[in-house]
């Protein structure tokens, strides 16, 4: 059974770094698109960075400032992120989309089929 299990989140002050790592389980993340989503207080999920066939891609919102890796050992997907702001502040949850990696992963939720239970981010100033 397909599992996504996220950790490392907590509270930071403003320009404050955390990394934020998923723990697969029930399948290999190197041969499916995974992706970070966040989903602050009143909005709607947004997505964040995914890696697809063609390599990693990330929300303007983040672009600089967030870095997406995978561990093949270990199978695990990680979301390293500094510079942090007060609206990165969200539940930030791992997704892996529902067929094999391609070079087509958009960050739009409706595209990934699992989801991890989410781990909360606090950033305050």
């Known amino acids: 059974q397909e599992e996504l299990v996220e950790s490392g989140g907590g509270s930071v002050q403003a320009g404050g770094s955390l990394r934020l790592s998923c723990a697969a389980s029930?399948?290999?993340?190197?041969?499916?698109?995974m992706a970070w989503f966040r989903q602050g207080p009143g909005k709607e999920r947004e997505g964040v960075a995914a890696?697809?066939?063609?390599?990693?891609i990330y929300a303007e919102s983040v672009q600089g400032r967030f870095t997406i890796s995978q561990d093949n050992a270990k199978n695990t997907f990680d979301l390293q992120m500094n510079s942090l702001k007060d609206e990165d502040s969200a539940v930030y949850y791992c997704?892996?989309?529902?067929?094999?990696?391609?070079?087509?992963?958009?960050?739009?939720?409706?595209?990934?089929?699992?989801w991890g239970q989410g781990t909360q981010v606090t950033v305050s100033s």
């Open positions: 997704a892996r989309n529902r067929g094999l990696r391609g070079t087509w992963c958009p960050l739009m939720p409706e595209f990934w089929g699992y």
């Open positions: 029930g399948f290999t993340i190197s041969n499916h698109c």
């Open positions: 890696i697809n066939k063609n390599g990693p």
